[in-house]
């Protein structure tokens, strides 16, 4: 769902203030990977946004990362390679509003699932589908235009900041996690509890891009901006 505002100076600077997206799912806990999953369906649907604005948990980074400077989390290494700013609120009130209506939304969702007795994924990924859709047709009283179709609105008259939608294959690489790890003697790599056979390297040490429960790539060297690319892919590997 997304929320604007008439605020002179907000249209000038930045007309979208919130955002539900649509593929939002319902995870069992809070991890880089599940916001690496959600955050790849956005970029493909929507394109990539010039910076993404978190509040400060240890995942996403507890600083905002800025131009040149070390990441400080996989989550800013990641945007930092996708060329995505990454803005974090200094304390909970800086987002005012934005963490308010998404309290609302919460709270909202917490009291439907009680009531309907949901205690599974699958029901709940109904419920909460079905909310957002609710929500993204529901008319504001202030503009007249529901969420879907300020969305519309802005992107027809160009208002939007987003980019083209990048590669998928950089996605894979990006949104991630990464690791590094010291070849054995016999030519394999130790990774997940086991040893992977990989092609031949004059290296000691490789790169994992891993994707968890799904696949991993073994690659020569992990990716160094502003390359942006695959090194040599060793082994890929499916989970």
């Not at 997304?2 to 600077?13: E, G, I, Q, R, Y």
């Not at 802005?154 to 950089?170: C, G, T, V, W």
Request: hydrophobic share 35%; glycine share 6%; with cysteine.
């Amino acid at each position: 769902m997304s929320l604007f505002t008439s605020d002179p100076w907000l249209v000038l600077k930045c007309p979208l203030l919130a955002g539900f997206e649509c593929p939002l799912t319902f995870v069992p806990t809070d991890t880089t990977w599940h916001h690496f999953e959600h955050f790849r369906r956005a970029f493909l649907r929507h394109g990539r946004p010039v910076a993404l604005y978190t509040d400060g948990l240890a995942l996403f980074g507890y600083q905002s990362s800025t131009d040149g400077g070390d990441p400080r989390s996989e989550f800013q290494r990641a945007l930092t390679a996708l060329g995505i700013s990454h803005l974090v609120a200094p304390s909970p009130q800086a987002k005012g509003k934005i963490e308010r209506r998404f309290g609302t939304f919460q709270n909202r969702l917490l009291a439907l699932l009680a009531f309907e007795r949901i205690a599974d994924y699958g029901p709940a990924q109904g419920l909460l589908d079905h909310e957002l859709e609710q929500q993204n047709r529901t008319v504001c009283r202030t503009t007249h235009l529901s969420p879907d179709d300020a969305w519309d609105k802005a992107i027809d008259e160009r208002r939007d900041a987003m980019r083209p939608r990048p590669d998928p294959s950089l996605l894979d690489l990006h949104l991630a996690l990464h690791f590094s790890r010291r070849l054995n003697a016999d030519h394999q790599v130790d990774f997940l509890g086991r040893s992977w056979p990989i092609g031949a390297t004059q290296r000691h040490t490789v790169a994992i891009i891993h994707h968890p429960g799904r696949q991993f790539w073994v690659v020569t060297t992990p990716p160094k901006p502003p390359e942006n690319r695959w090194s040599d892919v060793l082994g890929k590997f499916s989970l």
